[in-house]
């Protein structure tokens, strides 16, 4: 990419941000901090300082930088181009990610019959892009999928269930959960191990806990299976494709790992 020239540079004065002390509790530890009052994206206040800002850069930019032709052409060129992931084997089946030049978002697609198969396009459900997959749970015979959505970066998941072969959606897709592990299905294929999120829990540090679902039941029979005391700490659990012996995880960086049998 060719270099931007920096002409003659002016005297300049970024906007002023206004210091609002914000203090709260975090895993024991109190924290204070200057500007969390601007992660309110809603707040009148912190959109007016974000226009501010931004017509200051835009500002700066022009008046001491002059950008050569045909860099934005050549920054899109990398950008909005054919895209396609790499390859997970699960079973006998093949499963990629895929983006055509000018579309928004990923696509989940599946080899089949030698042909490469659409099976969940996010655009359907959210036209705009601004919706997007964030995590795919298979069966051991890669029949159906969990898909996990989320959007606008809200770090909570939809997940939909679909038949990989069809692309159908079976059955209501299961809100508020985990973007990351939030659904994980039993080796039967009829259960899943689901871990709650909202937005309350978020805002709260709530920590997390973990429920064996049974697919198409309603949430009250969900069964507490673990959980953890601290947020800053997180639980998953999977099956073994080779055995009745269930996994637990629970820790930080450094998890833990603890076997329980079905």
């Known amino acids: 990419m060719k270099n931007l020239?920096?002409?003659?540079?002016k005297p300049s004065q970024a906007p002023k941000t206004l210091k609002k002390a914000v203090t709260e509790k975090l895993h024991g530890i109190y924290l204070t901090d200057n500007y969390r009052w601007l992660e309110d994206k809603k707040d009148s206040e912190v959109i007016q300082?974000?226009?501010?800002?931004?017509?200051?850069?835009?500002?700066?930019?022009?008046?001491?930088?002059?950008?050569?032709?045909?860099?934005?052409?050549?920054v899109s060129a990398i950008l909005d181009r054919e895209i396609v992931g790499p390859v997970r084997m699960v079973h006998d089946r093949q499963f990629f990610y895929k983006k055509q030049k000018g579309e928004a978002q990923f696509k989940?697609?599946?080899?089949?019959?030698?042909?490469?198969?659409?099976?969940?396009?996010?655009?359907?459900?959210d036209p705009q892009g601004h919706t997007s997959i964030t995590d795919v749970a298979y069966t051991f015979d890669?029949?159906?999928?969990?898909?996990?959505?989320?959007?606008?970066?809200a770090e909570i998941a939809t997940y939909y269930i679909i038949n990989?072969?069809?692309?159908?959606?079976?059955?209501?897709?299961?809100?508020?959960?985990?973007?990351?592990?939030?659904?994980?299905?039993?080796?039967?294929?009829?259960?899943?191990?689901?871990?709650?999120?909202?937005?309350?829990?978020i805002?709260?540090?709530?920590?997390?806990?973990?429920?064996?679902?049974?697919?198409?039941?309603?949430?009250?029979?969900?069964?507490?299976?673990?959980g953890v005391q601290d947020a800053k700490y997180e639980v998953y659990a999977y099956d073994s494709k080779y055995s009745d012996i269930s996994f637990l995880n629970y820790g930080d960086f450094y998890s833990v790992t603890i076997q329980i049998r079905r």
């Open 5 to 9: 020239e920096i002409t003659k540079t």
């Open 49 to 74: 300082w974000t226009r501010r800002q931004h017509d200051y850069t835009a500002q700066f930019l022009e008046e001491n930088y002059s950008i050569p032709a045909g860099v934005k052409e050549e």
């Open 108 to 125: 989940l697609y599946s080899k089949i019959n030698g042909q490469n198969k659409l099976i969940f396009n996010p655009m359907e459900l």
């Open 142 to 153: 890669a029949k159906r999928a969990g898909i996990g959505v989320q959007s606008k970066g």
């Open 164 to 201: 990989t072969e069809t692309g159908e959606i079976i059955g209501k897709p299961i809100p508020s959960l985990s973007p990351y592990h939030g659904f994980v299905f039993t080796k039967d294929g009829e259960h899943a191990y689901i871990t709650p999120r909202t937005k309350k829990m």
């Open 203 to 226: 805002d709260e540090q709530t920590p997390s806990k973990i429920y064996l679902h049974k697919i198409g039941a309603k949430h009250s029979d969900d069964e507490y299976l673990a």
